[in-house]
């Protein structure tokens, strides 16, 4: 089980270790913090040249730059979650073998960075919104609540290949693999509209189909209201797999001195 | 295992080179599982005893390489140490600094801590040690008090 208590005691480690993580990512490259505002926006042009402007795909009446974006701020914080925590453990390998510390605090601080790329690329697409008069309603309320459920499951799926990596390296290979697949199951790149009825059932089985759509349902102002049903379910689904995540790569922090 | 094992096996553990000398005490204190508080209150010793000065806030891929070994030991000396494990930190550093870190061992010692030295210089063993364990490619050859074991050691090399 985790040790939340200890991982209290050690909270202000979560600080230092998040703010090393922002400092050593922007001070590496040449414009630094740009970065973070030109992904969203290259990618968003990539995309849109190709399905927008090429394949024409429709976009249920939305600009497919916000159709894209609206669905990329959640892809880009799961993908970016999972990502820095499958590797938390690998990359901090030399202080992980010489001094006692809770392992959590690796990925859990690169968890809370990564809410900062997703801070950015949410205020890209606010900008976007606003210059297409699309209204700011009371959905927007809901936000908090959908971004809570998104980070604990993307924690928890980040954990789970954290633990993996130990043991299994070649997940080295196959993680970009599966996120790159994980991504075209998600209707981010198009709506879930143009897949095919039978093909359907394998987007609705991926948890994130439904948080892209609630996201949506806020920012597009369009779309059916994710029931509270619905959104519980999902909450505890992220909580299971978080623990699920948390129990295994408990279990694999004492092993990776041996391993590697 | 809670109890706080301060070990600085290679000099500068969890030293990150991009982030500046000041960022460095604080983000290694809590990876020993220090409050930022407790940093603070240690932090003004620990740059005056590494020298350190005004570089305290350049990046730490600046320092030469006895300015990094002298920050990462006045670190590892000043939090927390109850148990110090040092791998050959000793051999680096100018005569001054060496002069000091000895002087700085031995006032922990006094107040009760416990240091674990590896060393090949006989010197240092016999100035801080009390207790010695030679070891011969991994299996321990002799464990006892630190002068007989440094003895025993230095006719075994002469002997050939």
């Known amino acids: 089980m985790p040790n939340f208590r200890e991982l209290w005691e050690y909270r202000d480690l979560l600080f230092f270790l998040t703010r090393r993580n922002l400092k050593v990512r922007f001070q590496q490259t040449l414009i630094g913090f740009l970065w973070i505002i030109l992904q969203p926006l290259i990618q968003m042009g990539i995309f849109y040249f190709i399905l927008g402007i090429l394949a024409k795909i429709p976009t249920e009446g939305v600009p497919y730059p916000i159709f894209f974006l609206s669905g990329f701020v959640v892809w880009q914080l799961f993908s970016q979650v999972v990502n820095t925590g499958a590797y938390s453990l690998l990359e901090n390998i030399g202080v992980i073998i010489k001094s006692y510390f809770p392992r959590l605090a690796l990925p859990l601080s690169q968890t809370i960075g990564s809410l900062v790329d997703f801070l950015v690329s949410f205020l890209i697409l606010f900008v976007f919104l606003l210059a297409n008069h699309f209204p700011i309603t009371a959905r927007y309320f809901l936000l908090p609540v959908l971004l809570l459920i998104t ?110 | 295992m809670y109890e706080r094992v301060n070990s600085l096996l290679e000099v500068g553990t969890g030293f990150n080179t991009e982030l500046s000398g000041r960022e460095n005490i604080y983000l290694n204190g809590s990876f020993l599982g220090m409050k930022s508080f407790e940093i603070r209150q240690k932090f003004d010793q620990i740059v005056g005893f590494s020298e350190i000065g005004e570089f305290i806030d350049t990046p730490v891929k600046y320092y030469s390489s006895g300015m990094f070994v002298r920050l990462a030991f006045s670190v590892a000396v000043h939090l927390t140490p109850e148990t110090l494990l040092l791998d050959e930190v000793l051999a680096v550093g100018d005569a001054g600094f060496r002069q000091k870190s000895m002087e700085k061992m031995k006032e922990l010692l006094t107040s009760g801590a416990t240091i674990v030295l590896v060393s090949h210089s006989e010197q240092s063993i016999r100035d801080i040690c009390d207790r010695a364990i030679w070891l011969d490619k991994g299996a321990v050859k002799m464990d006892g008090p630190a002068t007989e074991v440094v003895e025993k050691y230095t006719q075994f090399i002469k002997a050939g």
């Open chain 1, 151 to 260: 980070v604990i499951f993307s924690s928890g799926v980040g954990l789970l290949f954290g633990a993996l990596m130990v043991v299994f390296r070649d997940t080295k290979n196959f993680l970009a693999f599966i996120l790159m697949i994980w991504m075209y199951l998600t209707p981010v790149l198009f709506p879930i509209s143009i897949v095919p009825q039978e093909l359907q059932v394998l987007f609705y089985l991926n948890p994130l189909t439904s948080l892209v759509e609630a996201f949506r349902w806020v920012f597009l102002n369009q779309g059916d209201f994710p029931t509270v049903a619905n959104l519980l379910i999902s909450f505890v689904v992220a909580c299971a797999l978080w623990f699920a995540g948390a129990v295994a790569f408990r279990s694999m922090e004492n092993r990776i001195a041996d391993v590697l």
